[in-house]
């Protein structure tokens, strides 16, 4: 995947972020950006967006407790859950706004 087309994607995965909670800071940790609903309060991170060779991972911190009757979510751990994205299209065809709003409302419990 072109770096271009890798930055795009995590450029509208922050403009989706911010959308879902206006609030939001990003925080560059692990190689790549953590989200925190609660700025400079790190227990409030509900996802993180990562940059790989051939696609880019919208990782949920608690996505094993999400909904997702339709399988979109990658991952067996016990708390984590990813979706990989290969195109900027996947953003809207794999929900993730909606994984997002429910990322974030489960932080906030």
Do not use: W
Not at 1 to 29: N, Q, R, W, Y
Not at 38 to 52: D, L, N, R, T
């Amino acid at each position: 995947m072109e770096e271009s087309e890798k930055a795009k994607i995590v450029a509208e995965l922050k403009a989706v972020v911010a959308t879902v909670e206006p609030e939001a800071a990003f925080i560059a940790k692990y190689g790549g950006t953590m989200v925190e609903s609660v700025p400079g309060q790190p227990k409030s991170q509900f996802c993180g967006i990562f940059a790989y060779k051939d696609h880019v991972s919208l990782e949920f911190t608690n996505g094993a407790q999400l909904a997702d009757p339709e399988k979109v979510l990658e991952g067996s751990g016990k708390h984590r859950r990813h979706i990989k994205l290969a195109s900027l299209a996947d953003i809207v065809d794999k929900r993730c706004g909606d994984f997002l709003r429910q990322a974030r409302d489960l932080q906030a419990d």
